[in-house]
């Protein structure tokens, strides 16, 4: 028998959320093109008949090309759109393997003047909007020992930026749920990987000049995310910062440990800073270490 290319995606089931336009349109288009069906979600706007909405239209590109796909209008930050998108994929598709939750939203502001209001629903949009779907997903991926997570975080999340408190806050919080997922899921043959993708759309482009435009195609970005959704994909726990036809590996890391003096503390954290990094594969494994250190460290003390 040969033997299948890794990113051959015939017969697996895909859901993107946020696929009506940008980065979640491209990832649908070319998860399709590599044989996945795929449900297409994306919230339907006030006054828009099936035809008018993104999802439908991706649909359509899609089915147009020689692909299988179905419509799905869940607004993600409802806390039953996970369970409702999962029961689509099984009503249409007979099965689920791959979940991709790209949807999110901004409203730039510094965070004196913006209200919780606005700030929540940024966060519960770029956080929630992740987790109810992977939370609906999960229990039927774990069963059947297999399953890819994509969700979506931003360098924001990782490094924070000026006017954007609650859209870092939940990309951060991503962050935190694949960290921990993967370790929940690897066993069970499920990976879960974070992309902070650059993309051109209409939500970056206040950050980017027109002329980033082709540079920056989503498209460039849809070859990683098909990878992270294929059986070759080996990693999980993983942040990939991908763009402009790069790729990055992001990493949250400790230094070795240095005495805690009374006295002195901006000189101690200047040499902190000077130290290499470490990577821990969880938070038991970060204790570990650090009870290890122990003993040296407190011999270091000022």
Known sequence: MTARPQDDLRGRTAIVTGAGKGLGRAYALHLARLGARVLVNNRRHAGES??????????????AAGGTAMPDWSDVTDP???????????????????????????????????????????????????????????PQLIEQRYGRVVLTTSSAGLYGNLGQAAYSAAKAAVIGLVRALAIEGRSQGVFVNAIAP????????????????????????????????????????????????????????????????????????????????????????????????????????P
């Open 50 to 63: 099936d035809g008018d909405t993104s999802a439908q239209q991706t649909v359509e590109a899609i089915r």
């Open 80 to 138: 039953d759109s996970g369970a409702a998108m999962v029961e689509q994929a099984h009503r249409h598709f007979g099965r689920l393997d791959i979940v991709i939750a790209n949807a999110g939203i901004d409203r730039a502001s510094r965070f004196a003047r913006q209200s919780m209001a606005d700030f929540r629903a940024i966060f519960d949009t770029g956080f929630f909007g992740n987790l109810h779907l992977v939370h609906a997903a999960w």
């Open 198 to 301: 650059y993309g051109y759309s209409q939500m970056t482009a206040p950050y980017m000049t027109a002329a980033m435009a082709d540079t920056f195609d989503p498209q460039r970005v849809a070859p990683l995310v098909a990878w992270l959704a294929g059986a070759g994909c080996d990693v999980s726990g993983e942040v990939l910062v991908c763009g402009g036809g790069a790729l990055r590996l992001a990493g949250v890391g400790e230094t070795d440990a240095l005495a805690l003096p009374a006295t002195d503390l901006s000189d101690r954290v200047k040499q902190l800073h000077a130290m290499p990094v470490h990577r821990h594969a969880s938070a038991t494994d970060s204790f570990t270490r650090l009870l290890d250190e122990l003993p040296t460290a407190q011999k270091d003390t």
